[in-house]
């Protein structure tokens, strides 16, 4: 099989790109580098069945040819990150809307009909309404004019774009809202909580709990991710879906300070911190975020391989090992 995945120097889509080269498949990847590490991918670097470009693909001229080449594409790239969504909002609405219209475009006048998969959000449910965040829920927009809501606006014309070319042209589309994923690769400097939380720990630095810490997440590791995302690109029901992706046990903030402390074996201090200081401006957190999974499991049968203990077990022992080195 023949893979193309945009963004595949980034945290998620560098895990495709393992999940792909291991199972023998040839990989192709763009990535503009922006916030995608190429030492993510750089172990494939004299495989001849793995191709790298360093490219925006708003205008990689490659992009038709990329795009005729494959059998499938995972559409990853993106502005992400709440520190970088509050600093340059117009940039996530032009960099996440249009990659996306041109994929979807060129794919369509390709005439070959790849099997493609849309990163979209949580992002997307806001405050939601519902104890378990479920695909048929109403997506929330909060009428204050936000620019963290750039983000979920950015995602949900991405499904739009996605269900519409399904539609009305016909082409293989499944959009996959993620759900706080965690793993290796993942960096803290655009806010990200747990790859925070890790560094802190393992060097003795105060864990910086935002807000009171009673909001809560469901962490879903990368590797059950990216086995998810196959799945689900090989399963003909889930063509003109959008399906929620990730994992439904659900932690305070506070507590995973508190697991992080302990798993680590650290004398970090735990310290709350308010939004406006954490952030640089007014700040809407979301107080809770679950997915509902009965789509999920419906489509791809999968049952989660790694617990959020885990998860932190292996990212500390990484983080240790690195800087010992
Ligand atoms: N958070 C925190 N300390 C940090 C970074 C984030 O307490 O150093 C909080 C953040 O305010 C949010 C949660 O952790 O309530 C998850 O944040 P993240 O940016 O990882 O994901 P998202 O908010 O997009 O779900």
């Not at 989660?304 to 292996?314: G, S, V």
């Amino acid at each position: 099989m023949k893979v193309l995945i945009t963004g595949g120097c980034g945290f998620i889509g560098s895990h495709l790109v393992d999940y792909h080269m291991n199972k023998g498949h040839s990989v192709r990847v763009v990535d503009d580098l922006s916030t995608g590490r190429i030492e993510n991918v750089a172990h494939f670097k004299d495989n001849p069945k793995f191709r790298f470009d360093e490219a925006d693909i708003v205008t990689w001229p490659d992009l038709e040819s990329a795009v005729s080449w494959a059998d499938r594409i995972y559409h990853m790239a993106a502005v992400v990150g709440v520190y970088r969504v509050i600093a340059d909002p117009i940039q996530v609405l032009n960099t996440n809307i249009l990659s996306c219209e041109r994929l979807l475009r060129i794919a369509d006048q390709s005439g070959h009909k790849p099997r493609i998969l849309i990163a979209s959000s949580s992002e997307v449910y806001g405050q939601g309404l519902t104890a378990a965040f479920s695909e048929t829920d109403d997506v929330l927009i909060e009428p204050a004019a936000h620019s963290r809501w750039n983000y979920a606006i950015s995602k949900v014309s991405n499904e739009a774009f996605g269900l519409s070319y399904a539609q009305n042209k016909g082409l293989p589309i499944t959009s996959v809202r993620f759900f706080n994923t965690v793993g290796s690769r993942q960096s803290g400097r655009y806010g990200m909580v747990l790859p925070r939380f890790i560094e802190q720990a393992v060097s003795a630095k105060p864990i910086t709990v935002y807000g009171d810490g009673q909001q809560s997440r469901s962490f879903c590791d990368v590797r059950d991710t990216v086995e998810a995302l196959d799945r689900l690109a090989n399963q003909a029901a889930s063509v003109g879906e959008i399906v929620n992706v990730g994992n439904d046990t659900e932690i305070s903030i506070n507590s995973l300070a508190e697991l992080v402390k302990e798993i680590a074996h650290s004398d970090s201090s735990i310290t709350h911190i308010p939004y406006e200081e954490a952030y640089g401006e007014v700040f809407v957190d979301i107080q809770r975020r679950k997915p509902n999974l009965e789509k999920f499991y419906r489509l791809t049968g999968y049952q989660h391989r790694w617990a959020l203990k885990e998860t932190i077990q292996d990212l500390v022992d990484r983080k240790r090992a690195n800087k010992t080195k």
